[in-house]
């Protein structure tokens, strides 16, 4: 070990200044704070969205569109994904639980079979929804397509 080696432990050095602690910190009298002004005071916190006094973008901005209160979200789900997962499981029956625990929907999602891709794979399916596409390639495979209310 010689001097040119020596280095400071890790974490000893690069803290943030200190700030409010006197004028030997360097950071004293304003405490970087600036003079006066709602910044300069305690308890100051700016309103989110605020352009200091200019008009906020989301007031500027016209309201449009209509979101409809009665929309059913259904998380899809393509016969391919199904032809894959029945090669794999080697089942012939797949439902809702079958896909939660391959990971392909959360506990409370609902499904819709979609027809992108082929089917091979003669399987029984329940499902929230289905696709006329999907329901067509499901039933020429051989097997059936079980609505779930």
Known sequence: MKLHN??????SKGREKRIGRGEGSGHGGTSTRGHKGAKARSGYSRKI????????????????????????EY????????????????????????????GFVSKNQLVK?????????????????????????IEAAGGTATTIE
């Open 6 to 11: 020596l280095k400071p432990a890790a974490g």
């Open 49 to 72: 969205g605020f352009e200091g006094g200019q008009m906020p973008i989301q007031r500027r901005l016209p309201k449009f569109g209509f979101t409809n209160p009665n929309r059913v």
């Open 75 to 102: 998380k899809a789900i393509n016969v391919s994904v199904i032809q894959a997962l029945a090669e794999k499981l080697g089942t012939e029956v797949i439902g809702l639980d079958t896909l939660r625990e391959a």
């Open 113 to 137: 079979i979609l027809g992108k891709g082929e089917l091979t794979a003669k399987v029984q399916i329940s499902a929230n929804a289905f696709s006329k596409s999907a329901v067509s390639k």
